[in-house]
């Protein structure tokens, strides 16, 4: 089983900061990595598909990359909104696998 | 527009079964594969199993193998989850998810998901 370690754990940032989020695997998962926003109360939404790619209606603030097994999502400039956790997840190997999270909290 | 909307879960005793639903609407259901995850309260996502479009290819999680069946019925968009032999560790929101693709073999990811239903394991 591929395992995934996001860090850090919690990022406490200011309105206009850059959050940048570390997904780290355990193996290679070439670039089948995506990237999830679940805010509280919500169903996880798709940010982020295989490393780099946006999915449709995500603006262009979020952006990811990396391959193999390190990867980096980044929030540019960040808005109240953004405040969620943040999943990674690979689909390199069965079984599908998940990242711990990373919450990210504005001051 | 996607929709998804989960429902049949509860609360049940320890051993017992649940069979959840996925109503789909707004794509073309046959086309697409179909996962189920699932969220323990308070703690991160944990995918439990997948189902190609045909509803020929199924994949699950260790944690469920032997207990939970996916299967889908193409003719009403609908996905369905039997969990038997239901344990306290099952507690959790099963979401019902979409998968951009048809077919299963390359993993799958998620670009939809539905709101959730809540599966309570106890006594």
């Known amino acids: 089983e591929i395992v995934l370690r996001q860090s850090p754990a919690t990022l406490s940032l200011s309105p206009g900061e850059r959050a940048t989020l570390s997904c780290r695997a355990s193996?290679?998962?070439?670039?089948?990595l995506a990237w999830y926003q679940q805010k509280p109360g919500q169903a996880p939404r798709l940010l982020i598909y295989d490393a780099s790619n946006r999915a449709t209606g995500i603006p262009a603030k979020f952006s990811g990359s990396g391959s193999g097994t390190d990867f980096t999502l980044t929030i540019s400039s960040l808005e109240p909104e953004d405040s969620a956790v943040y999943y990674c997840?690979?689909?390199?190997?069965?079984?599908?696998?998940f990242g711990g999270g990373t919450r990210v909290e504005i001051k | 527009e996607v929709q998804l909307l989960e429902s049949g879960g509860g609360l049940v005793q320890p051993g017992g079964s649940l069979r959840l639903s996925c109503a789909a609407s707004g794509f073309a259901f046959n086309n697409y594969a179909m996962s189920w995850v699932r969220q323990a309260p308070g703690k991160g996502l944990e995918w439990v199993s997948s189902i190609s479009g045909s509803g020929l290819t199924t994949y699950y999680a260790d944690s469920v193998k032997g207990r939970f069946t996916v299967s889908r019925d193409n003719s009403r968009d609908t996905l369905f989850l039997q969990m038997n032999s239901l344990r306290a560790e099952d507690t959790a929101v099963y979401y019902c998810?979409?998968?951009?693709?048809?077919?299963?073999?390359?993993?799958?990811?998620?670009?939809?998901w539905g709101l959730g239903t809540l599966v309570t394991v106890s006594s």
């Open positions: 193996q290679s998962v070439a670039s089948y």
């Open positions: 998810a979409k998968d951009p693709r048809y077919e299963v073999k390359y993993g799958c990811r998620f670009d939809y």
């Open positions: 997840q690979q689909r390199r190997n069965w079984p599908l696998t």
